[in-house]
């Protein structure tokens, strides 16, 4: 009997145990109020442009090309971003029409390649150079871009495409991008095919936008590809595209053309956010252009959040990664590099006294034209 009673007080006492256990679990669960929000971070800059020395440089045989040492060292900014945009400024249209740089560009297909590798899972297409190799290039590139897994906009193969809204999502948050192009490097659009670009016009812009409202998104970017080239401070013309685009709804307005980088300003929005903001121009990402400013380019990141309750969406955590390209030899071998311009001076061993002293100007300049308009964002 009493062996008996012994083991029921061992049973209980296992029970027992196991009941504490699992009640300790359930204590650990996630907290509701944090479940309720979502949100998500994206990367953008400015101009990929792919000047002839810049594929010369990349080249690994006859045919082959890597681009993405290129990246190397900014490949870490892209790697916690759940989109990272850029502004895809050549064509591939294929080694058959010969490649070429500035004025009229046709890069290989490994370009395209090696943005994907390095993180790039969005890119517009609307600009300048896009109708560069004509028709054929514009499809070709989009072509490219679908078979590497890259979503774009500005450029469409069909009435059909262009006339739909490319929406994005991810973690609960659907995001309405559309994109346009002051003009087309003094090309013509083939007749009957005005789908193929999206040219800037209020008309087009404001039914888009409206079109991008009735599919229920949370917030809406717009793209401009603008400006006047080596300017710091934006036209009169870029100043009445952004105010069309923040009437009709824009919430987020990002743009380049200009080669150098242009200030950020926020805005009322009268979409869903509180305050938007514009990127008057990024700048060059990655260029050929060698001189003071169009050397130096950005990394502008930043996090929307949404509350699944309330719905209340905001934006967060806007900073800048001001970037400058290096041009010379790394380890013997000649290279385009894209650095972040704020490291120490010494990080980089390759690096001349005259590169460190461009590039710390680059940084400085940088700071002093992105804050002209305010200084509500970090620097990193």
Avoid at 67 to 90: A, Q, R, W
Avoid at 259 to 264: D, G, S
Avoid at 314 to 331: E, M
Avoid at 347 to 355: A, C, I, V, W
Wanted: proline share 3%; aromatic share 14%; net charge positive.
């Amino acid at each position: 009997m009493k062996l008996y009673s012994s083991f029921l007080m061992v049973l209980s006492a296992l029970l027992f145990a196991m009941l504490n256990i699992v009640f300790q679990k359930s204590e650990e669960k996630v907290d509701p109020v944090a479940a309720e929000k979502v949100s998500l971070t994206i990367s953008a800059v400015g101009d990929l442009m792919c000047h002839s020395p810049q594929y010369e440089y990349s080249r690994v045989s006859a045919d082959s090309f890597d681009f993405t040492p290129t990246f190397s060292e900014i490949k870490k900014y892209f790697d916690s971003s759940d989109f990272v945009f850029g502004n895809l400024e050549t064509v591939t249209a294929g080694k058959e029409k010969h490649y070429s740089g500035y004025p009229y560009f046709n890069s290989p297909d490994d370009y395209i390649t090696s943005l994907k590798k390095v993180g790039f899972n969005f890119l517009f297409t609307s600009n300048n150079h896009c109708l560069d190799r004509g028709e054929i290039g514009v499809l070709r590139t989009l072509e490219s871009l679908k078979n590497n897994g890259i979503n774009s906009t500005g450029t469409f193969s069909s009435q059909q495409e262009r006339d739909s809204i490319q929406i994005i999502s991810a973690k609960g948050i659907r995001l309405a991008v559309v994109a346009y192009t002051y003009g087309l490097n003094g090309n013509f659009l083939p007749k009957g095919k005005s789908y193929l670009i999206n040219r800037i016009s209020d008309s087009l812009l404001n039914r888009d936008i409206q079109k991008a409202k009735s599919y229920n998104v949370d917030l809406i970017l717009v793209y401009f590809h603008f400006g006047e080239e080596y300017q710091r401070e934006p036209s009169w013309y870029q100043k009445n595209a952004l105010q069309t685009a923040i009437d009709a709804g824009a919430d987020i307005i990002l743009a380049s053309h200009t080669h150098l980088l242009q200030p950020v300003q926020f805005f009322k929005s009268k979409g869903k956010l509180d305050s938007g903001f514009a990127a008057y121009s990024l700048g060059n990402f990655i260029s050929n252009q060698r001189w003071r400013y169009s050397d130096a380019g950005l990394i502008l990141q930043f996090q929307i959040t949404k509350d699944l309750e309330s719905k209340v969406i905001q934006i967060k955590s806007l900073s800048f990664t001001p970037t400058w390209v290096f041009k010379g030899l790394i380890k013997g071998k000649k290279q385009f590099m894209i650095l972040p311009s704020s490291l120490p001076n010494g990080h980089y061993p390759f690096l001349s006294r005259q590169d460190v002293q461009k590039m710390n100007q680059s940084f400085e300049d940088s700071k002093q034209i992105l804050t002209k308009y305010s200084s509500r964002f970090r620097f990193n």
